[in-house]
């Protein structure tokens, strides 16, 4: 499957932005869906995870609250959207894809990636 993030930009502490990955390729219900991102200097970090049919989610405590994602498999797109951004959230954020069958937790194994998308949030 292949995956498309878009959505970033540069916005100011406190505001909003949608993340949308668009999935091809593949059966999108068949996978878990997951949000990750990478500061500069820093490692890759788990972000948020969604099952399948979007029942179950699970969020890093660092954006729990502020940030909610979903997906809409009618058209292969996932969400992030972000509210109340700080400048911390500065990051490129990555979608990826594992397997439905895989635990919708942060340390499952992902087996595909997007390209990335720039999010920079101004203090």
């Known amino acids: 499957v292949q995956l498309q993030a878009s959505g970033g930009g540069t916005v100011q502490a406190g505001d909003s932005l949608r993340l949308s990955c668009a999935a091809s390729?593949?059966?999108?219900?068949?996978?878990?869906m997951g949000w990750f991102r990478q500061a500069p200097g820093k490692e890759r970090e788990f972000v948020a995870t969604i099952s399948w049919g979007g029942a179950r989610t699970y969020y890093a405590d660092s954006v729990k609250g502020r940030f909610t994602i979903s997906r809409d498999n009618a058209k292969n797109t996932v969400y992030l959207q972000m509210n109340s951004l700080k400048p911390e959230d500065t990051a490129v954020y990555y979608c990826?894809?594992?397997?439905?069958?895989?635990?919708?937790?942060?340390?499952?194994?992902?087996?595909?990636w997007g390209q990335g998308t720039l999010v920079t949030v101004s203090s």
């Open positions: 990826a894809a594992a397997p439905r069958t895989r635990a919708v937790v942060p340390g499952t194994l992902y087996d595909y």
């Open positions: 390729g593949g059966t999108f219900s068949s996978y878990t």
